[in-house]
């Protein structure tokens, strides 16, 4: 099964359009797992369990990893959603870019050694930077085009051709680089104006929006703006607002994760 077609199952039979982010940051972990030696693979998995059922994707950044030396957990997590969740796609959040003979070497760590079904990768360095991920035909590629961030400006929104740049990234993916099917692109929650126009430019390619909970990107308008007709097309993704929220009384953080994740989806799925 290639990765659009894992997708596409996804959002049909879960009913969902959230990806659920795994941002693990131990300054945040509650009192329970402070100084466990596995305490990011026990916090993920406990979070992977609470929220599955509300999520179409999920999402490690794997900076949060890294920082700590803590790639062995995020095998581990990586394994436990291949065995556990073999049917919610997951994404690789890496944002990659470098000349081909490198970019071979991160397709390998996003896809052999963490078994991911997408990596999000960076179009700055152009096709022969991109090229090496698309060799691995039943997995996908997801790059980025217009962030969520605002700095994401800068470049992005500079016009080339009497056309700003995110949109030129998106024409490259969508007429150039999909010849596969097995690509899609990032655009922020937070700029809606922005993901209609991407949306008129790809047809039904599919989105990661990032940017709802934490970085305060509109629900509704995130939805009315970038979904197919068949009301899916994208994975809405929110980290800190499911990982860290606040628990109600009786409820522990996976608990109040839970809740926080159902009451997402459920709000996304009003405007499909
Ligand atoms: O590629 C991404 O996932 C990404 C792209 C982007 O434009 N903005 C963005 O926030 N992200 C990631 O999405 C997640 C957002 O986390 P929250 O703001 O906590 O929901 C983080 O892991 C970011 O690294």
């Keep these: 099964m290639t990765f659009i077609e894992k997708l596409n199952a996804a959002w049909t039979s879960r009913n969902s359009l959230l990806c659920v982010g795994l941002d693990p940051d131990l300054k945040k972990f509650p009192a329970e797992l402070q100084g466990k030696p596995d305490a990011i693979f026990e916090f993920c998995r406990a979070i992977i369990d609470a929220t599955a ?4 994707a999920f999402k490690p950044q794997i900076a949060y990893f890294a ?16 065995t556990n969740y073999p049917e919610i796609p997951l994404v690789l959040d890496a944002k990659r870019g470098d000349i081909g003979a490198t970019a071979e070497q991160y397709a390998r760590e996003a896809f052999e050694r963490y078994d991911a079904d997408v990596v999000t990768v960076s179009p700055y360095m152009g096709w022969d930077s991109v090229s090496p991920y698309l060799e691995w035909k039943d997995r996908g590629v997801i790059v980025l085009c217009r962030t969520s961030n605002a700095g994401g400006s800068d470049l992005q929104f500079l016009e ?14 969508a007429e150039k680089w999909n010849t596969n099917g097995q ?13 209609a126009q991407v949306r008129a430019i790809i047809g039904d390619m599919p989105l990661l929006v990032p940017g709802v909970g934490a970085q305060g990107g509109d629900v509704e308008a995130t939805v009315k703006a970038g979904k197919t007709a068949s009301g899916t097309g994208m994975m809405i993704n929110s980290s800190r607002a ?4 606040k628990p109600e009384a009786g409820e522990d953080f996976a608990a109040a994760a839970r809740r926080v ?7 996304i799925n009003r405007f499909r």
């Design 67 to 82: 920082a700590l030396g803590a790639e062995e957990q995020l095998e581990r997590i990586c394994a436990y959603l291949r």
């Design 261 to 267: 994740a159902i009451e997402t989806r459920d709000a």
């Design 183 to 195: 690509c899609g692109l990032v655009v922020g929650a937070t700029f809606p104006h922005e993901l």
């Design 242 to 245: 499911i990982l860290y929220a």
């Design 53 to 56: 059922e509300a999520a179409c």
């Design 160 to 173: 080339v051709d009497g056309k700003p740049l995110y949109q030129h990234v998106a024409r490259l993916v």
